[in-house]
């Protein structure tokens, strides 16, 4: 039986990344299926209608930018289940999930009134909001390591086919 074999199974000791895959798995499912909800969806669109890179998604409409983004986030969610066998799948859906954190960390920047800048002894201030942002970068990096080893081996699975 073929094993787990992407980044738990690198030289050295890759084994503890196993739990960093399947929290991110549990991680992106959940947040995939609350995007099917109508609060998630009002929750969303001030993040969305605020932001550079994602503001297009609003042609699909309220519930369908939630909806939009809850497929991608399932999507990853299997991309990362599929990588615990595939090198190749483990890199794309570590890379799309890296992607998704540093979009959704750029909200931190561009939604208006979640952080006061200011000279004064607290020279950066957020909201609860803020805060909520925030942790997605450490979501980021949980994402970016499961990439980093995961890609010597995709490389090596691609070239040699």
Not at 40 to 54: D, E, H, T
Not at 130 to 143: A, M, P, Q, S, T
Request: charged share 10%; aromatic share 14%; glycine share 10%.
């Amino acid at each position: 039986m073929k094993g787990f074999n992407i980044a738990e199974n690198g030289g050295g000791s890759y084994r503890p990344l196993a739990i960093l895959r399947w929290v991110m798995v549990v991680i992106f499912v959940s947040f995939g299926m609350q995007k099917f909800t109508l609060q998630s969806a009002q929750g969303i669109a001030q993040f969305i209608s605020n932001s550079p890179i994602v503001s297009w998604l609003s042609v699909f409409g309220l519930r369908g930018e939630a909806y939009f983004l809850g497929v991608a986030e399932l999507v990853i969610a299997a991309l990362l289940v599929a990588g615990a066998f595939s090198p190749v799948l483990s890199a794309l859906g570590s890379f799309m999930g890296m992607t998704t954190f540093a979009i959704t960390w750029s909200f931190f920047f561009t939604t208006p009134g979640v952080v006061k800048w200011s000279l004064s002894s607290d020279p950066m201030a957020w909201n609860l909001t803020g805060e909520f942002l925030f942790k997605d970068i450490v979501l980021l990096c949980v994402c970016a390591v499961l990439f980093l080893a995961s890609l010597p081996q995709s490389v090596v699975r691609l070239r040699t086919g």
